[in-house]
């Protein structure tokens, strides 16, 4: 399973929107749809969505 793949589906496992992920790994939405959709996310850390998770 690739990373991005495992992004969405720890999230819906755990019921949260991609704003309750984005909130809490400190990203924007627009970043959490990007790495869930396998889009190059943008300069950062692209540990952060894991480690809201």
Request: hydrophobic share 30%.
């Given at each position: 399973?690739?990373?991005?793949?495992?992004?969405?589906?720890?999230?819906?496992?755990?019921?949260?929107?991609?704003e309750?992920?984005?909130?809490?790994?400190?990203?924007?939405?627009?970043?959490?749809?990007r790495?869930?959709?396998?889009?190059?996310?943008g300069?950062?850390?692209?540990?952060?969505?894991?480690?809201?998770?």
């Open positions: 399973m690739n990373s991005n793949n495992q992004v969405k589906q720890l999230r819906l496992q755990r019921a949260w929107s991609q309750q992920l984005a909130e809490m790994a400190g990203l924007s939405v627009r970043t959490i749809q790495i869930e959709n396998g889009e190059t996310p300069a950062g850390d692209p540990q952060r969505p894991r480690r809201g998770l």
